[in-house]
């Protein structure tokens, strides 16, 4: 089993900085890719819009919308991943979930709780 828990949400005004962070622990391959996915507000139903990923030898993915202004890294020693996100907006406002998919053959999605990060002033 793997569990996900994320940190550094909040409230932050638009132009501002904020990092996120995500430790995973359990039966984590060496091999898997880490995730950042977000649910906008009022969205219950509508499917979770992928922000970024990056693998365990370091290829990174990005959405169009976040390109240029978040940086997705991990600390493989740690299991840990981060989210740095600059010059945010109003719609960068959602619950940003952490993810990890990892297997041999059959691949496991695993999700942590979900942080709120809400950009507003």
């Known amino acids: 089993q793997v569990q996900l828990v994320e940190s550094g949400g909040g409230l932050v005004q638009p132009g501002g900085s904020l990092r996120l962070s995500c430790a995973a622990s359990?039966?984590?391959?060496?091999?898997?890719?880490m995730g950042w996915y977000r649910q906008a507000p009022g969205a219950p139903g509508k499917q979770r819009e992928l922000v970024a990923t990056i693998t365990s030898g370091g290829t990174t993915t990005y959405a169009d919308s976040v390109k240029g202004r978040f940086t997705i890294s991990r600390d493989n020693a740690k299991n840990t991943v981060y989210l740095q996100m600059n010059s945010l907006k109003p719609d960068d406002t959602a619950v940003y979930y952490c993810n990890l998919i990892q297997g041999l053959g059959v691949l496991r999605a695993y999700w942590g709780q979900g942080t709120q990060v809400t950009v507003s002033s």
């Open positions: 359990g039966s984590i391959s060496n091999n898997n890719v």
